[in-house]
């Protein structure tokens, strides 16, 4: 019977993922580096602001951090309740995954890797898919929190196999959005009217989520809305990148997709959403799809 929930880290993701918590749990303990941000949380859901000290004392304690790094960072600075399962829903790194499972374990903590996908829309509405890897008793015990967010949840593997899943998921949304930035491009060279082309193309086989949702909500009425960094996307892809090359495996499209979009991100303005890598293919070509 789960008592307690913390959740750790209330960015654009987290703050939204947290605001469930209280509809399902009497005791919601929230921090955040900027310490405001969890007041506000606080107000403005019926959460409890607490220090990082007290918020490690809950039975389930949710991450939601940029990097493994810092998930790593913090957890060295704290005492975890004895029998707490600390699902860390960061898109994180596999093997970071496998080593925090391994050091929780002698203190009786278990540690699932659990990123989600969704995008902030998922968040708010609570229908984030959440990939899950572990120990099957620790997915059990948490899944009732999980569930408040999440609405596809799957129990994967074990450490480190929920973050290989996100990884490799965001790898293909990679691939996706440089073929059609290339696709596109090429039509507009040729006249043809995009618009009327991408309706032909969602009710074909080249069919993607891209071409479903982010070309037509993002890139074609330029709007380019920040909810998913394209920073973020190159240290995902840059993650799935190393999964190739750990298990020796030849996967050209998946390097050479990496290097794009690590580019992208390093010409791309501050503060750039994913899909706004398609501005250096508009560069290159002199074509803005639009």
């Known amino acids: 019977m789960i008592q307690s929930v913390a959740f750790i880290g209330l960015g654009a993701m987290g703050y939204r993922m947290a605001a469930h918590l209280p509809q399902h749990f009497d005791t919601v303990y929230v921090w955040n580096r900027n310490f405001e941000k969890a007041k506000q949380h606080a107000t403005e859901y019926g959460t409890q602001a607490v220090e990082l000290e007290q918020a490690v004392q809950a039975d389930i304690i949710f991450s939601c951090l940029p990097t493994s790094k810092e998930v790593e960072d913090l957890i060295a600075t704290v005492q975890i309740k004895s029998g707490a399962v600390w699902v860390d829903c960061t898109s994180g790194v596999p093997a970071s995954a496998k080593k925090l499972s391994q050091q929780l374990k002698i203190s009786n903590v278990d540690f699932l890797d659990a990123p989600v996908s969704g995008q902030t829309i998922g968040a708010e509405n609570g229908t984030l898919t959440v990939m899950i890897g572990g120990e099957a008793a620790a997915f059990e015990k948490s899944l009732p929190a999980i569930q408040a967010f999440g609405k596809l949840i799957k129990h994967v593997g074990e450490s480190g196999a929920g973050f290989a899943v996100k ?48 070309l037509p909500q993002r890139i074609l009425n330029r709007a380019f809305p920040l909810t998913f960094a394209l920073p973020l996307l190159a240290k995902d892809t840059g993650i799935a990148l190393d999964l190739v090359r ?45």
């Open 167 to 214: 990884a490799v998921n965001n790898m293909l949304l990679a691939v996706n959005l440089c073929s059609v930035a290339e696709g596109f491009t090429t039509l507009k060279a040729h006249g043809v009217n995009l618009h009327e082309a991408l309706d032909c193309i969602n009710a074909s086989s080249g069919k993607s989520g891209v071409t479903e949702m982010v």
């Open 246 to 290: 750990d298990a020796k495996l030849s996967a050209p499209v998946i390097a050479l997709t990496q290097s794009l979009i690590q580019a992208a991100s390093n010409l791309a303005e501050k503060d750039s959403d994913f899909s706004s890598a398609v501005k250096m293919y508009e560069s290159w070509n002199k074509i803005t799809l639009e």
